[in-house]
């Protein structure tokens, strides 16, 4: 299964460039990466990341991520949480996430 990190631009290349990430802020404030399934990254993008524009999707494989744990967030719904550091390996894919007409139009692949 994939679940999905949205990051900013300079964060996308941070970790392309360092191999590893801890995560964006509120990652760093709460001690673990927030992940979204792909039900929920388009709310996640709306609540979140409203207007923002400059954004990458990035996709990781659940199968066989260590520290992973699935916890209750927004409405009781399970979110995926990554206590360790993001790598680079994790990384699935990755790809523009656009800002269009107000909304962000998200990869047919995740359909």
């Known amino acids: 299964?994939?679940?999905?990190?949205?990051?900013?631009?300079?964060?996308?290349?941070?970790?392309q460039a360092d191999?590893?990430?801890e995560g964006a802020p509120i990652d760093l404030?709460?001690?673990?990466?927030?992940?979204?399934?792909?039900?929920?990254?388009?709310?996640?993008a709306a609540?979140?990341?409203?207007?923002q524009d400059d954004l990458w999707l990035i996709a990781v494989e659940t199968e066989g991520l260590d520290n992973l744990n699935w916890e209750p967030s927004r409405g009781g719904a399970?979110?995926?949480?990554?206590?360790?550091p993001l790598r680079l390996d994790d990384v699935a894919w990755a790809e523009p996430l656009p800002?269009?007409?107000?909304a962000h139009r998200f990869p047919e692949r995740m359909q």
């Open 47 to 51: 609540k979140h990341f409203a207007g």
């Open 78 to 84: 399970l979110f995926p949480h990554l206590y360790r």
């Open 19 to 21: 191999g590893s990430t």
């Open 99 to 102: 800002l269009v007409e107000g």
């Open 1 to 15: 299964m994939l679940i999905y990190k949205i990051f900013r631009a300079p964060e996308w290349r941070a970790l």
């Open 29 to 44: 404030a709460d001690g673990y990466i927030h992940f979204s399934t792909a039900e929920q990254a388009e709310e996640t």
